[in-house]
Antibody, heavy 120, light 109 residues
Framework: EVQLMESGGGLVQPGRSLRLSCTTS????????MTWFRQAPGKGLEWVGF??????????EYAASVKGRFIISRDDSKSIAYLQMDSLKIEDTAMYYC???????????WGQGTLVTVSS | QTVVTQEPSLTVSPGGTVTLTCASS?????????PNWFQQKPGQAPRALIF???TKYSWTPARFSGSLLGGKAALTLSGVQPEDEAEYYC?????????FGGGTKLTVL
């Protein structure tokens, strides 16, 4: 059974950092790109970015709103994707979701999300 | 800054048909934007319904269909059920990055 679980969320002050994890099971992690999404309270979904698989250099793409502050990485040996969030802003407050893809059947499985609150 | 536009809200009667659309500020939406559609109910994670314009996931009910319509991506619900009341989001691909529409709140009344 395919499972994804986000963790690492919490309350953090503006300007500080936080690292989220997306722990997966039930599929060959190294065969899938991994994507992060977020949703601010009461707002719509936002694509944050994704990381390609190792044969494609594990390269990344980011939304303009987080580029230069967020870094996505992966540890294929642990089947975990990470979202390192630096220089956090109040507007980064959101539920953060991970999903597998794009590629193959994209975004078919999602975690339940982890809440990040940026506040002083 | 690319903007993807959806109807903010639509209302449909049970058993009726409704089409939600997804427009791009860069021009016509094509299959090259690989339109994805998602359904989200309150307090839940999004659930994917359609990818690559028209392809359904294994769990997507037959009453949902995706298409390109008049330069937009479209999601049509035929024979709407009360449980289809939800927020619907489209997601478009722009050469590496992806952008969501603002979402359509579908009310079944």
């Amino acid at each position: 059974e395919v499972q994804l679980m986000e963790s690492g969320g919490g309350l953090v002050q503006p300007g500080r950092s936080l690292r989220l994890s997306c722990t997966t099971s039930g599929f060959i992690f190294g065969d899938y790109a991994m994507t992060w999404f977020r949703q601010a309270p009461g707002k719509g979904l936002e694509w944050v970015g994704f990381i390609r698989i190792k044969p494609y250099g594990a390269t990344t793409e980011y939304a303009a709103s987080v580029k230069g502050r967020f870094i996505i990485s992966r540890d294929d040996s642990k089947s975990i994707a990470y979202l390192q969030m630096d220089s956090l802003k109040i507007e980064d407050t959101a539920m953060y979701y991970c999903s597998r893809g794009p590629g193959g059947i994209p975004f078919d499985y999602w975690g339940q999300g982890t809440l990040v609150t940026v506040s002083s | 800054q690319t903007v993807v536009t959806q109807e903010p809200s639509l209302t449909v009667s049970p058993g009726g048909t409704v089409t939600l659309t997804c427009a791009s500020s860069t021009g016509a939406v094509t299959s090259g934007h690989y339109p994805n559609w998602f359904q989200q109910k309150p307090g839940q994670a999004p659930r994917a319904l359609i990818f690559s314009t028209t392809t359904k996931y294994s769990w997507t009910p037959a009453r949902f269909s995706g298409s390109l319509l008049g330069g937009k991506a479209a999601l049509t619900l035929s024979g709407v059920q009360p449980e289809d009341e939800a927020e619907y989001y489209c997601l478009l691909y722009y050469g590496g990055v992806r952008v969501f529409g603002g979402g359509t709140k579908l009310t079944v009344l």
